[in-house]
């Protein structure tokens, strides 16, 4: 039995096909092109097999560092350090020590404008606390697909998730490196 593999959009979202297709003349006595041998090709095709791509995809492929600041910084001290990183958004982690890895929520350039729109030049001098809802931090984690991110994304205005495992941070997804993604496979899919 022989087998494909392709890539291709479904409802928006790349996805690996693996068809498993019978080998030619499975139908004995049926030409090609004949309605049975179509009928064959239907039930094979009824086989599809998809595997989404997954959070964690992305993750091996990107640095494992995380840039991150404690949510009593300033915004101020969260702005240099989006700038010294050339990042747009970093994961706000809790001020006690012992908690390790816990995010609490996420930091962007939004926020940063946001502080100073609504407060001018003192916006920089607020705490980060007093700029991210704690209550509400959005995350994801490696065994999501990227099509169930990007909706989540999509439906919460956000563009970066922490990604949480076992309750330990262990990375942050952009809407870029989704689209990269997906562009990538597309690139590979076309020239396969």
Same mark, same amino acid.
């Given at each position: 039995?022989?087998?494909?593999?392709?890539?291709?959009?479904?409802?928006?979202?790349?996805?690996?096909?693996?068809?498993?297709?019978?080998?030619?003349?499975?139908?004995?006595?049926?030409?090609?092109?004949?309605?049975?041998?179509?009928?064959?090709? &239907?039930?094979?095709?009824?086989?599809?097999?998809?595997?989404?791509?997954?959070?964690?995809?992305?993750?091996?492929?990107?640095?494992?560092?995380?840039?991150?600041?404690?949510?009593?910084?300033?915004?101020?001290?969260?702005?240099?350090?989006?700038?010294?990183?050339?990042?747009?958004?970093?994961?706000?982690?809790?001020?006690?020590?012992?908690?390790?890895?816990?995010?609490?929520?996420?930091?962007?350039?939004?926020?940063?404008?946001?502080?100073?729109?609504?407060?001018?030049?003192?916006?920089?001098?607020?705490? &980060?606390?007093?700029?991210?809802?704690?209550?509400?931090?959005?995350?994801?984690?490696?065994?999501?697909?990227?099509?169930?991110?990007?909706?989540?994304?999509?439906?919460?205005?956000?563009?970066?998730?922490? &990604?949480?495992?076992?309750?330990?941070?262990?990375?942050?997804?952009?809407?870029?490196?989704?689209?990269?993604?997906?562009?990538?496979?597309?690139?590979?899919?076309?020239?396969?």
């Amino acid at each position: 039995m022989g087998a494909l593999f392709r890539a291709s959009r479904l409802s928006g979202s790349l996805v690996y096909q693996t068809m498993f297709r019978p080998p030619f003349g499975t139908a004995p006595g049926v030409a090609p092109g004949d309605e049975r041998q179509q009928n064959v090709s &239907v039930a094979a095709a009824a086989h599809l097999k998809e595997v989404a791509m997954q959070v964690g995809d992305i993750l091996r492929k990107k640095t494992a560092r995380v840039a991150t600041v404690r949510m009593n910084e300033t915004v101020g001290i969260a702005a240099q350090l989006m700038r010294a990183s050339n990042i747009s958004a970093l994961v706000v982690k809790d001020v006690v020590r012992t908690e390790c890895n816990t995010a609490v929520g996420m930091f962007t350039e939004r926020d940063v404008v946001r502080a100073i729109a609504e407060h001018g030049a003192a916006g920089v001098n607020l705490k &980060v606390s007093q700029l991210i809802s704690v209550q509400q931090l959005v995350s994801c984690s490696s065994t999501d697909t990227l099509e169930h991110v990007r909706r989540l994304m999509n439906k919460n205005h956000i563009r970066h998730l922490p &990604v949480i495992d076992d309750y330990s941070l262990i990375g942050v997804i952009s809407i870029r490196d989704i689209s990269t993604a997906f562009d990538n496979e597309a690139t590979a899919a076309a020239a396969a």
